[in-house]
C-alpha cells in the first residue's frame, strides 16, 4: 500500500487559495494581478484532488489547457511536475512524455493539451476537470467546445478552472461571467463572489494580487509597483488585477509558422540577460528577403553566466552553428565578455538614447514569423504596446514589461546590414567628424 502524506500542505499554499481547496463550482475563476500565485494555486487544487481521490477510491481524469500544445508544455506540465517533486509524489507516477500524461496508482491521471488539434479534445471521455490556463488566449467558442466534452457520469465533480490576468475590459470572458453586480462586489473589494451561473451549475470568481502571495519575491514586488510610474493600463492590469483596455500595441503584423525555414540570407542571434525576476531570453532571427522568423531557443531566469554558456552552446551546436553571432545587452559588458571567455561569439549590441524605437522601427520593416512553439515571444507581442501616463496620453516608448524576447529580437535585427548607430555616445563616435571602419564600431559595443 502506498501512503501520501497530506498533513501540512497548508505550508505551501495561500491563504485565498487554501479556502478553495474543496470549491465544487462547475465554474472556478482565478484572476488577478501578475505574481498573485494563480497557476500555482491552480496546479496545487489538481495534485489535491489526485490526493483525494486516492484515498476515497474515486479516480479522477483532470485536463490541462492553453491554447497550443507547446505552451502547455512549458507551463502547466512543468508546473504540475515541479509541484509533485516538491510534494515527494514523484516517485508514484508514470510519466509518458510523448502524450503528455502523468498516470498514478489509483488510474487516476492528469492530461496536457492544446486546441492546436482539436480533433485531440474530441476523442477524449470521461473527463472529471479542465484547467485553462491563461484563459484570455480561448475563443468563446473554444470555452464551448471544452465545456461540452465535461459531460457524462463520473465518480467526481465536474469543474472548469480558469487562470488569467484581465488584459482586456471586451474579452468574452468578461462578458460571460462577469455581470454588474459580481463587478461591484470585486471593486468593493470582496475577493471571493460566488453565484448560481445556470439552474445547475455555480459560478465562483476570485480575484487576487500579488498581495496575496506571501512567496513572492521582494525584487518583484518593488517592479510591480513601479508600474505606475511607467503605464497606468499595465498598473491596472498587473499590479492591482482589474479590467484592462487593449490599446496602442506596437506590433499587429505578424503571424506564426510550424518552423523556421532552414535557408536563409542572415542569421543572428539576440540575447537579453536576467537573473532573479526576470528570465535569460535568447532567440534566433532569420531574414529572407523582407520577412523576419523569429524562434525562442531560452527564456529562464537564475542562470548564472556558466549555465547560461552551457546552454546557449548547446543549443548552437543543435543548431550546427557553432561561431553563430550573439548581439546581447551592453548594459552588461562583464557578462558578455564572460560568455566569450566560454567561447561564444558573443558581442554587445548598439545601444543609446534612441536604440529602443530604433529596434522596432528596424524590426516593423519586415513581416515577422513566429515558430508557434515559441510560446514566450508570442505572449510578449500580444502584450507589447506603447506606454502611457496617469492620464492615458500614448507616450512615445514602450512599456518596459514582460519584454525580454523583443528586447533579444531587437539586439539581433538592429545589426543587420551593419548599420552603424550613430547616436551611442558624441565623445566616442561622431561619424560627422570621423570616419571609422565600420566592423571595428561594431566589435566595440
Known amino acids: 500500500m502506498i501512503l501520501i502524506q497530506t498533513s501540512g500542505l497548508c505550508k505551501f499554499i495561500n491563504e485565498l487559495y487554501f479556502k478553495l481547496i474543496n470549491n465544487r463550482s462547475r465554474y472556478l475563476i482565478y484572476y488577478g494581478g501578475a505574481g498573485s500565485g494563480k497557476s500555482v494555486a491552480a496546479a496545487q487544487k489538481q495534485i489535491i484532488r489526485i490526493i483525494q481521490a486516492f484515498y476515497t477510491k474515486k479516480p479522477v481524469r483532470l485536463l490541462c489547457m492553453r491554447k497550443t500544445t507547446p505552451a502547455v508544455r512549458k507551463s502547466a506540465y512543468e508546473e504540475i511536475k515541479s509541484l509533485l517533486y516538491k510534494w515527494s509524489l514523484s516517485q508514484i507516477v508514470t510519466e509518458n512524455k510523448t502524450r503528455l500524461q502523468l498516470v498514478f496508482p489509483d488510474s487516476s491521471e492528469i492530461l496536457f493539451m492544446g486546441l492546436d488539434d482539436p480533433e485531440k479534445l474530441k476523442s477524449i471521455h470521461g473527463i472529471t476537470s479542465v484547467w485553462m490556463e491563461e484563459a484570455t488566449e480561448f475563443t468563446l467558442d473554444d470555452f464551448r467546445q471544452i465545456d461540452l466534452r465535461l ?28 455581470d454588474d453586480e459580481i463587478q461591484k462586489e470585486i471593486e468593493s473589494g470582496k475577493q ?6 445556470t439552474a445547475n451549475s455555480e459560478l465562483t470568481i476570485v480575484h487576487s494580487t500579488y498581495k496575496d502571495n506571501r512567496f513572492i519575491d521582494q525584487a518583484y514586488i518593488e517592479r510591480l509597483e513601479r508600474l505606475i510610474e511607467e503605464d497606468i493600463n499595465y498598473y491596472n492590469i498587473y499590479t492591482l488585477g482589474k479590467w484592462g483596455v487593449l490599446k496602442g500595441r506596437i ?13 536563409y540570407d542572415i542569421r543572428y542571434y539576440g540575447l537579453d540577460f536576467g537573473y532573479s525576476i526576470d528570465p535569460a531570453a535568447f532567440v534566433e532571427c532569420r531574414i529572407i528577403g523582407k520577412t523576419l522568423y523569429v524562434k525562442e531557443h531560452l527564456y529562464q531566469p537564475n542562470l548564472t553566466n556558466k549555465e547560461l554558456a ?8 543543435a543548431n550546427q552553428d557553432k561561431n553563430g553571432l550573439i548581439l546581447a545587452d551592453s548594459s552588461e559588458p562583464k557578462s558578455i565578455a564572460e560568455l566569450k571567455r566560454f567561447g561564444l561569439n558573443c558581442q554587445a549590441a548598439a545601444k543609446g538614447p534612441d536604440s529602443v524605437l530604433f ?5 516593423k520593416q519586415y513581416q515577422i514569423i513566429i515558430d508557434r512553439e515559441s510560446t514566450n515571444i508570442l505572449k510578449e507581442f500580444d502584450g507589447y504596446k506603447w506606454a502611457e501616463d496617469k492620464f492615458g496620453n500614448q507616450l512615445n516608448k514602450p512599456v518596459q514589461f514582460n519584454d525580454h524576447a523583443i528586447d533579444a529580437i531587437r539586439y539581433a535585427v538592429s545589426r543587420i546590414n551593419k548599420e552603424p548607430i550613430k547616436f551611442i555616445s558624441e565623445d566616442k563616435y561622431d561619424v560627422s567628424k570621423t570616419n571609422y571602419n565600420e566592423e571595428d564600431m561594431w566589435n566595440e559595443f
Open 151 to 178: 459531460r457524462g457520469k463520473t465518480n467526481q465533480y465536474k469543474q472548469i478552472l480558469m487562470t488569467f490576468n484581465p488584459i482586456n475590459e471586451q474579452h468574452w470572458i468578461k462578458k460571460q461571467f462577469f
Open 192 to 197: 471571493i463572489v460566488s453565484r448560481h451561473f
Open 251 to 263: 506590433f499587429e503584423n505578424y503571424s506564426t509558422a510550424e518552423t523556421v525555414p532552414d535557408k
Open 310 to 317: 552551457d546552454l546557449i552552446r548547446s543549443i548552437l551546436d
Open 359 to 363: 529596434g522596432i522601427q528596424k524590426m
